[in-house]
C-alpha cells in the first residue's frame, strides 16, 4: 500500500478531514491534500508528526511494514 492510500485510510478511520489533519501537524490543507493525492511526499518532519497524529510508525506510513 502507498503512502498516499495509508494517508486517506488513517484519516478516514478517525473521521477528519484534510483541514483538520493538516491543522494537526501545522501545515497548509492545500500541502496535505497533495501528499494524499501522491503528487509530494512529505520531508521527514512532516511524516514524523503524521506518524504521531495516526498513532503508527513512519514505516507503516511509507508501507514498509503492516504492523502499525
Known amino acids: 500500500m502507498l503512502l498516499q492510500e495509508?494517508?486517506?485510510a488513517l484519516r478516514k478511520e478517525?473521521?477528519?478531514t484534510q483541514l483538520q489533519v493538516a491543522t494537526a501537524i501545522g501545515i497548509a490543507d492545500r500541502h496535505y491534500q497533495r501528499f494524499?493525492?501522491?503528487v509530494n511526499l512529505p520531508n521527514l518532519e512532516n511524516?514524523?508528526?503524521l506518524a504521531d497524529h495516526f498513532g503508527v510508525t513512519i514505516d507503516y506510513l511509507v508501507?514498509?511494514?503492516d504492523e502499525r
Open 63 to 65: 508501507g514498509r511494514t
Open 14 to 16: 478517525r473521521n477528519e
Open 47 to 49: 511524516a514524523w508528526k
Open 36 to 38: 494524499e493525492g501522491g
Open 6 to 8: 495509508r494517508l486517506r
